[in-house]
């Protein structure tokens, strides 16, 4: 139980472009997700948190314009890197809290994004 | 705010022995959770171990148990019988408890090597 995939698992693409990466949890409701972006033997920095049904919460630092998140359901998350600089080259993680257990404080990692802009 | 601090950036152990990671934390809440994951190469980020503030007993999970030292803000954990697979990076995390939006505070990470 408590799975969470991500799509794509790597994408390359174009400098001025866009990509878009889905976050779904396959057997909980997630009412609340988490975009994670690490880099290389660092840590996870937190970039947002999103809620279904309502507008992201953005960590400081974050531009919400080039980084767009949708949670538009309780099983599914999506971020758009738009207008990609190579400089966003990184891999993006999310997770998710399960809504029918909210004592539970841990959250449900995806197996990440890695995202190479060229 | 709450900080996560983690003092060893590399460790390394021989196989079938024991290591203890370390971990501070800094807080004035008193309803927290404190988690251990682990990031092998694949990146998956795995949950070791979570152990609940009020909670006085150490959590363990089979070769896996943390020294929780609330006073001392402290929460290391221990890898007993050490095995290849346990190689990877540690991090150890602190979240506040309650409000379901509360978010997973990391330290830096420690990345064990694990000698055969």
């Known amino acids: 139980g408590a799975v969470v995939s991500q799509h794509p698992s790597w994408v390359i693409c174009k400098s001025g472009t866009s990509v878009k990466i889905e976050c779904r949890s396959l057997?909980?409701?997630?009412?609340?997700m988490f975009w994670y972006r690490q880099f290389p033997k660092q840590s996870l920095m937190l970039m947002a948190t999103?809620?279904?049904?309502?507008?992201?919460?953005?960590e400081q630092g974050v531009e919400k314009d080039k980084f767009l998140i949708n949670h538009a359901s309780l099983t599914l998350s999506t971020l758009t890197v738009t207008s990609a600089h190579p400089e966003d080259s990184s891999f993006y993680i999310c997770?998710?809290?399960?809504?029918?257990?909210?004592?539970?404080?841990?959250?449900?990692f995806g197996p990440g994004t890695r995202l190479t802009v060229t | 705010a709450q900080t996560v601090t983690q003092s060893q950036p590399e460790m390394s152990v021989q196989e079938a022995e024991t290591v203890t990671l370390s971990c501070t934390y800094d807080?004035?809440?008193?309803?927290?959770?404190l988690f251990w994951y682990k990031q092998p190469p694949s990146r998956q980020m795995i949950l070791v171990i979570r152990?609940?503030?009020?909670?006085?007993q150490n959590a363990t999970e089979n070769r896996f148990s943390v020294n929780f030292q609330k006073a001392a803000k402290s929460f290391s954990l221990k890898i007993s019988d050490s095995q290849l697979g346990d190689a990877a990076m540690y991090f150890c995390?602190?979240?506040?408890?309650?409000?379901?939006?509360?978010?997973?505070?990391f330290g830096t990470g420690t990345l064990l090597a694990v000698q055969p």
């Open positions: 997770s998710a809290r399960d809504g029918g257990r909210p004592d539970v404080g841990e959250q449900y």
């Open positions: 057997d909980f409701q997630a009412t609340t």
């Open positions: 999103s809620n279904e049904g309502s507008k992201a919460t953005y």
């Open positions: 807080t004035s809440e008193s309803d927290y959770y």
């Open positions: 152990q609940e503030a009020y909670k006085q």
């Open positions: 995390a602190y979240r506040s408890g309650g409000g379901a939006t509360n978010k997973l505070i």
